[in-house]
């Protein structure tokens, strides 16, 4: 678990970034509704929960630099006994100063009356404007109150700056002990996609798999999964976002699994593809060693200096050589890259940045440029042939082999380093089905 000291290093952080006279607002995630009067389970705004390590609902985190009585105001919920009894402890007003490192704190309710003069004689408002329309509707009226009272000399905010820009950058460099959480979180995805190896089996439900690696994460302590899990059998596997999970598993069929957990909010992001029956056919083999070759030259660019292009731009060129060796593609690999060909069976980009969302923020370009990579950076490298039943010109030997191969990498001085250790080859892989590799501790 993150501490204390980690979410105020990265309050300090921010406030060196606004400057004086500025006033940044952030409110958490509202509470969904699932259906009647039953919620989601609640999960904090990734922003919000960055900035200051507090997952309750109804809440709002202001930051002030320079303000004498506490640059740190969090609003939130009161401590109510009655409430607590049905829905569980609050931290109230005292735990939001003494747990959460808050300098002052106030209750939400009393927000619309507190707000307007914490804003008061402050230049620049740096909040995500868009993110969420009602809390937007607020804020304006916060302003446009202090506006009508400029005539007594009320100074109201003039400019309004982008806080989600700014939070968004300091979030794709993890600090080391984000990088330690990471590692926590796939060291747990890997356990449990290898025990979805062992547990696959023909006549299975793709959902079955699916909790079998679900209940793998939990019992590890990776209480919720990062997304919803992908467990496609057979042609299933060639729909990149598929989630219905509910066909047999048949032997002779390859399954893939793109699933990872979520631990201390921070999310890994694996995707492996095997055999049902344990076993590759040929043609399997040979997709999946070309998706295997794609991966391992993606990775090989991840490393400072590179651009965030240059991975994908490798595992372009294996896999269109690749395809064209093997009859899937006709044609001058130079010219099918430049006419991008490949997109027949290669439809998606290589990877994408990881962090507390699956889909971490970040910026990919600088102004028209590719981003360079730099240490701290998390990313995904993930590969994939897809080839479902009546593909054009394409002999049914070849039909509803879908591959994808995703690992978690961070950037490191020297080069990179692979986060994920779920089996990947193709060896170790068919001897883990068929129960001749040595076994590891649950």
């Known amino acids: 678990m993150l501490r204390k000291t980690e979410f105020a290093r990265r309050r300090r952080q921010l406030m060196s970034r606004m400057g004086d006279y500025s006033i940044a607002i952030l409110p958490t995630a509202p509470v969904r509704q699932r259906n009647r009067d039953i919620d989601h389970p609640y999960r904090p705004d990734s922003d919000f929960y960055y900035l200051t390590g507090f997952a309750e609902p109804e809440a709002v985190a202001v930051i002030i630099p320079g303000r004498e009585h506490g640059e740190y105001i969090l609003f939130c919920r009161e401590r109510d006994a009655a409430r607590e009894t049905w829905d569980g402890l609050r931290a109230g007003l005292e735990g939001a100063r003494e747990i959460y490192g808050a300098n002052d704190s106030f209750p939400i309710s009393d927000i ?13 408002v740096y909040y995500a404007m868009g993110c969420n329309q009602d809390f937007d509707q607020q804020v304006m009226n916060w302003i446009k109150q202090l506006r009508r009272q400029s005539r007594s000399g009320v100074h109201a905010p003039s400019e309004f700056i982008a806080l989600d820009q700014m939070l968004h950058e300091m979030r794709l460099f993890k600090s080391a002990a984000e990088v330690k959480v990471m590692c926590e979180a796939a060291a747990i995805s890997s356990a449990a996609h290898l025990a979805a190896m062992r547990h696959c089996r023909a006549g299975l439900y793709e959902y079955q798999l699916e909790g079998e690696i679900t209940y793998q994460m939990q019992q590890r302590g990776g209480r919720h999964v990062a997304y919803p899990s992908i467990v496609g059998g057979g042609g299933n596997g060639c729909i990149l976002h598929y989630t219905d999970n509910n066909k047999k598993l048949r032997n002779g069929d390859l399954v893939l699994i793109d699933a990872g957990a979520e631990y201390d909010y921070y999310a890994a992001d694996i995707t492996r593809t095997f055999p049902v029956s344990g076993r590759f056919t040929a043609e399997q083999r040979a997709i999946y060693v070309l998706v295997l070759k794609a991966q391992q030259a993606a990775m090989a660019e991840v490393k400072p200096g590179n651009h965030w292009n240059q991975p994908h731009e490798a595992a372009v060129r294996v896999l269109t050589k690749g395809l064209v060796e093997l009859g899937l593609l006709k044609g001058r690999v130079a010219t099918l890259i430049r006419k991008e060909g490949y997109k027949q ?17 970040g910026e990919y370009k600088i102004g028209d440029v590719w981003r360079l990579f730099e240490p701290g950076m998390v990313l995904t490298i993930e590969p994939g042939l897809y080839i479902p039943a009546e593909s054009k010109n394409v002999d049914k030997r070849w039909w509803n082999i879908g591959v994808r191969i995703e690992d978690n990498l961070l950037v490191t001085k020297e080069g990179h380093r692979v986060l994920t250790t779920a089996p990947r080859e193709i060896a170790e892989i068919e001897a883990i089905m068929n129960g001749k590799h040595p076994s590891e501790s649950a």
């Open 345 to 361: 069976f290669y439809l998606h980009r290589t990877g994408h940045w990881l962090g507390m969302d699956v889909h971490d923020v």
């Open 112 to 124: 619309d009356e507190i707000l307007p003069g914490l804003l008061e004689k402050r230049n620049r």
